[in-house]
């Protein structure tokens, strides 16, 4: 599995985990492949990107960054920033599971409100997604991969319910998405190729529930920002990503959230379609 290959989308991805769980958290996991025999064509530019993309999965196995993410709903003329770190490693032993976290510490109300501290974490240790809001003593823990199944299938592009927006297979993003590139304009990340990323199947027909996404890729091939637009025009999702190290110092409490107190709220949310993996 590359580094990080779930690109999903970010508006579903992350927003997923900012709404704070999936839309089902305990519904199998959607099967969203576009069958083909070969990757449709894409322009020599956006091809180059993505074989950057792609290649930044072999070259990094492991990353810490800074990350901002702003959901702007339209409909309710309503905007929310959070900031924080996220972590991602791939399988450290042959067989185990990628990994992520994302720990967000503050959130911005509006585009004039304070940013106030609020910590809320997210963490996949391969077969389980568990959330944790300290301000609402709140952790709850839901199952994404069913028993028998590769645990990594959970971070595959159109597979799972949540995100790591780096890196991913040339041939998965061309069969999912219409590809295409442009030169850069004012306002862009310095020195970042743009891809913007069109589904090639509707909902309805199994497609994702984006219309569009846009990427920055910078020079190692890890994108430096994200635009998404749901398939509705509700909501636009960015996402930012700053100081990116490709060689954190990554353990197995970096990925670990205790059991909370006995005072705060705690639930285990299996998948009902089979039976429960021992949290």
Do not use: C
């Amino acid at each position: 599995m590359t580094f990080a290959s779930a690109l999903q989308t970010l508006a579903i991805a992350l927003g997923a985990l900012l709404g704070l769980q999936p839309a089902d958290p305990a519904a199998p996991l959607a099967d969203m492949t576009v069958t083909a025999t070969t990757a449709p064509a894409a322009s020599a530019e956006a091809l180059a990107a993505l074989d950057r993309l792609e290649q930044a999965g072999r070259q990094y196995p492991a990353l810490a960054s800074q990350v901002e993410y702003t959901v702007e709903d339209l409909a309710f003329a309503d905007r929310e920033t959070r900031t924080g770190k996220v972590f991602y490693q791939q399988a450290p032993q042959p067989a185990g599971p990628d990994r992520f976290r994302i720990s967000f510490d503050t959130v911005q109300a509006g585009l004039q409100g304070p940013r106030v501290r609020e910590e809320v974490d997210y963490v996949f240790d391969g077969y389980w997604l568990t959330s944790r809001k300290p301000r609402i003593k709140q952790m709850v823990r839901y199952q994404v991969a069913r028993p028998g199944e590769p645990a990594t299938d959970a971070l595959k592009l159109g597979k799972g319910p949540f995100p790591v927006p780096f890196g991913q297979q040339k041939d998965e993003v061309l069969r999912q998405f219409t590809v295409t590139t442009r030169p850069a304009r004012p306002g862009d990340p310095a020195n970042a190729d743009y891809l913007r990323l069109v589904p090639r199947q509707r909902p309805e027909e199994g497609g994702l529930a984006v219309k569009e996404l846009e990427m920055w890729i910078d020079v190692r091939g890890l994108p430096v920002r994200i635009r998404s637009v749901d398939d509705q025009n509700a909501k636009i999702t960015v996402v930012r990503f700053a100081e990116i190290d490709t060689a954190p110092r990554l353990t197995d409490e970096t990925f670990a959230l205790p059991r909370p107190p006995s005072d705060w709220e705690f639930r285990i949310e299996p998948l009902r379609d089979g039976a429960q993996i021992a949290p």
